[in-house]
């Protein structure tokens, strides 16, 4: 229980106490849950925030220090009060900013040793989400309408040609280049020190000046920005991607979707 990180898979092999009956032990799977052991300065942080928040949500500080303390697996929550989002399975999601009584909250599990989560869209699992709702309702308001879903992940792509100097390894480089575009487009994922943050805007110009900085660039020409929201179709070229809901959160394409072309001498 006291583990800061999970035990890789095939950390456990034996028995505290050996037992004649059993035979092997195998371990397949990292482990998960737990927390780690509580410190003076966790203890007080825990206590203030009790004696603030009584136990109850009211405020959106209260359901997202509340949720933060009891899922040590989830990294951060926002809380969103009179908003109504539904993400609509197979139909159209419902999302209203003007929903008198219901309370939406999105949530970021922890990414730290936990290898089977996409970095660049890190969703919170449906069973720890439904606990969460359950969790929340003995500690709201009865008038209380409770949505908690994951966040909207709209993702941003570039299109461009580009020119590399004398002598450079084109398959190499270009390669190197889109693994850098989604390092900068989403930095949280790799652990480069930047918090995941919702809303936000990209501009076109900024990502030209990422791009021509890189030591083995000479010039780029052609480049155009693309946005996709979920399942609508990709945006055509603009010069600027703003998050479209409070809820979303702009990440970058898969490396290999960054079409970058090369010109030739």
């Known amino acids: 229980?006291?583990?800061?990180?999970?035990?890789?898979?095939?950390?456990?092999?034996?028995?505290?106490?050996?037992?004649?009956?059993?035979?092997?032990?195998?371990?397949?799977?990292?482990?998960?849950?737990?927390?780690?052991?509580?410190?003076?300065?966790?203890?007080?942080?825990?206590?203030?925030?009790?004696?603030?928040?009584?136990?109850?949500?009211?405020?959106?500080?209260?359901?997202?220090?509340?949720?933060?303390?009891?899922?040590?697996?989830?990294?951060?929550?926002?809380?969103?009060?009179?908003?109504?989002?539904?993400?609509?399975?197979?139909?159209?999601?419902?999302?209203?900013?003007?929903?008198?009584?219901?309370?939406?909250?999105?949530?970021?599990?922890?990414?730290?040793?936990?290898?089977?989560?996409?970095?660049?869209?890190p969703y919170t699992n449906l069973g720890d989400l439904d606990l969460i709702k359950n969790f929340l309702e003995q500690h709201v308001s009865s008038f209380v309408r409770l949505h908690v879903y994951n966040p909207v992940f709209e993702s941003i792509r570039v299109d461009f040609k580009v020119k590399f100097f004398a002598g450079t390894d084109e398959t190499f480089y270009k390669a190197l280049l889109q693994t850098e575009l989604v390092n900068f487009l989403s930095p949280w994922a790799f652990g480069e020190g930047k918090d995941i943050s919702f809303g936000g805007k990209i501009y076109k110009s900024s990502l030209i000046d990422f791009v021509e900085e890189q030591p083995y660039v000479d010039y780029v020409t052609d480049f155009k920005l693309f946005h996709k929201i979920g399942e609508e179709p990709e945006s055509s070229d603009t010069d600027e991607v703003s998050a479209s809901k409070a809820i979303s959160i702009l990440v970058s394409a898969k490396a290999i979707d960054h079409k970058i072309e090369m010109i030739a001498e």
């Open 1 to 121: 229980d006291f583990l800061s990180a999970e035990l890789p898979k095939g950390s456990i092999t034996k028995l505290v106490t050996p037992d004649a009956a059993v035979k092997k032990v195998v371990q397949p799977y990292p482990t998960f849950g737990g927390r780690e052991k509580e410190t003076a300065d966790t203890f007080y942080m825990w206590v203030s925030e009790r004696l603030r928040h009584k136990n109850r949500a009211i405020t959106l500080w209260d359901y997202e220090r509340l949720i933060l303390e009891a899922f040590p697996q989830i990294y951060k929550v926002k809380c969103l009060n009179h908003t109504h989002y539904e993400p609509g399975d197979g139909g159209k999601p419902i999302y209203r900013e003007a929903a008198p009584g219901h309370v939406t909250i999105v949530t970021i599990p922890n990414l730290h040793n936990h290898n089977a989560i996409d970095p660049l869209r």
